[in-house]
């Protein structure tokens, strides 16, 4: 979906002009090869840029600045291989507006016990130069994630990806536009909120459309890219033959093709990375789409029914960040619940838009009654999805704020057949049981839409928050309900 080799991270090392010219030539070398292996790391999914070393406060200053501007740049690393006397750092951290990590490690793993002098202590100084650095960034309030480890384990390859993905997002959110077909569903709260406040905290705009203008562009669409389509569906999904052409109820899923194909058309030529859409407001429409919307979230589209516009962001952002990542990050909601005291468990769906990369096997295309929104009964992909380690993560307006909250999850295999029912679903059971899962999430504000994703931890979530600068909340394997209270409490008090 996107290629995040294209994206760049800055590697920019930190120093002094204290030690003269050969130690200084040592340092550059030693700097480039950190940033060359990180580069090169198969688990880092961006490229890693070496950056001339920084030696003062003009150095860091213009390094900075350009790293703001860089459109490719969506963030710098930064590493303080001797000591930078961090009063260097200020001007430059005061207009850095990317993604910071500040990588504590040092060239050397071991301690050369045989050989170690004085030299050698003046060129590694990282152990004291990095906490003079972080004192600054710490003075100065600033968020940054610290990953620390030697700069050949792995763990530390990782961690450093993880917070890419999460600058990824981040950096795709920078300018992107969502489209909202109708407002928001009657009545509903969390789904609504602060489109202003989310431009200007976010980066991205939320602005309507009239159905009709969308409309407009289905009915547009060509005879030959409808057949074109329908010959697609019926090559990759299970499809009944009342619903393949010359079929009794073909109808229905030729509508539903042409649906795809004009959502598709207004999307890319608005340059639009997702879209809600609303049952109540479908004039002009024969069917709420359901297919389409299925197959433009696997596209790499954000989505989320009801006018949820923010959901609809942060599935987009989701999917960014696992771009690459065997599993799918998915549009969802909380739909059922399975009490059975031995094997609790939550069943989740949507009314139809259920995204197919979560799809475990061949997809069945269906046609079956809506039940409410009045339109003729829509198309859409009936699956079942995979077991495994998941999560659900939720952006709610607060008023004051805006909060991310996730809930790992144990994704479990649907065993039973499920035949009458008509979506595709996925079964999990929440951390730490069911109980606390989902009387943290209902304490907490959660709400009823997610982004599900399968190859997305709680560390991607939680860096995402902590660039964004919002509230963080996990509910997870050590989460006891009455120190999760407590959490939430003390949060008000600090985002008053
Ligand atoms: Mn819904």
Redesign the pocket.
Known sequence: MIDLKKLQVWFITGTQDLYGEETLKQVAIHAEEVAKSLNTNEKISVSVVYKPIVKNTDEIFETLQSANTDENCIGVITWMHTFSPAKMWIRGLNVLQKPLLHLHTQFNRDIPWSSIDMDFMNLNQSAHGDREFGFMVTRMRKDRKVVVGHWQDEEVASQIDTWCRAAAGWHDWQGAKFARFGDNMRYVAVTDGDKVEAEMKFGFSVNTYGIGDLVAVINAVDEESIQNLLKEYEAIYEIADDLKAGGARHSSVYEAAKIELGLRKFLEEGNFKGFSDTFEDLHGMIQLPGIAAQRLMADGYGFA??G?WKTTALVRACKVMGSGLAGGNAFM?DYTYHFDPENAMVLGS??LEVDASLAKGKASLEVHPLGIGGKADPARLVFNVAGGDALNASLIDMGNRFRLLVNEVKAVEVEQDLPNLPVARVLWKPLPDMKTGCAAWIYAGGA??TAYSQNLTAEHLSDFANIAGIEYINIGIDTKINQFRNELQWNEVFYK
Request: charged share 40%; hydrophobic share 10%; proline share 0%.
């Open positions: 029914g009801e949820d909601e949507h009314m009823h839409h």
